[in-house]
């Protein structure tokens, strides 16, 4: 059987560009390309917690990694204390924020977590800070510093890791190249591979997959 030949490399530019390219014979159109939430990032690799007792307070931050807003309350709802005098936290998707105060005055706990957060790097990170009570009060700057310091003591003390994101990518491809795009496709890990035939076209197919940005640019290859 003949071997396969590398005969040339189309960018992600190119494919973004939406238009027909033609290569040595070979022919394959961009379809659909999204980079949105596209490339990597640092997460926290597992669940990590710190506590402080400030002016009699106790505060206990608690931070963990997230994929979406289900997954930041479902975490919420595990974690908080029911006891406890309150339960703030923040949390950061990509380009979304959320904080609350949960019952502190507006800005003195929601806002400097989400501050912490910023400042760490770290994202799809959710941290709650529960304080006890301790009949102490600590004014207004005193809250700021007690939740964006304890929320930033407990990220530093977090294991990170690098994420890579997977982009959603879709190709129309002729029936006799789709051995050739499947064996590209597996070296370079996509998933989520779909195809769809309802493409209006005799002999071609549309092909959408996940695959790493690292990795977006593709070796089109045909049969000697």
Sequence with gaps: MPLPLPIAR?????????????????SLSMVTASSGGGGAFTTLK????????????KFIAIAAPISDEPSAFSFLSEVRESRATHNCWA????????????GEPSGTAGKPIQSAIESSGIDRVMVVVIRYFGGIKLGTGGLVRAYGGVAAECLKNGQ???VKSKVPMGLEVTFDLLGVLYHQLQSFQAEDIKQDYDTGK??????TFKVDLQHWWFCLVKKL
């Design 160 to 162: 990170t890791c690098l």
């Design 10 to 26: 189309l960018t992600f530019n190119q494919f973004t560009n939406n238009t027909f390219s033609k290569v040595k014979g070979l």
């Design 202 to 207: 005799d002999n071609v197919t549309i092909v």
């Design 46 to 57: 597992e669940r990590v917690s710190f506590d402080k007792e400030i002016k009699k307070s």
């Design 91 to 102: 949390y950061k998707i990509g380009d979304q924020f959320r904080s609350n105060d949960d």
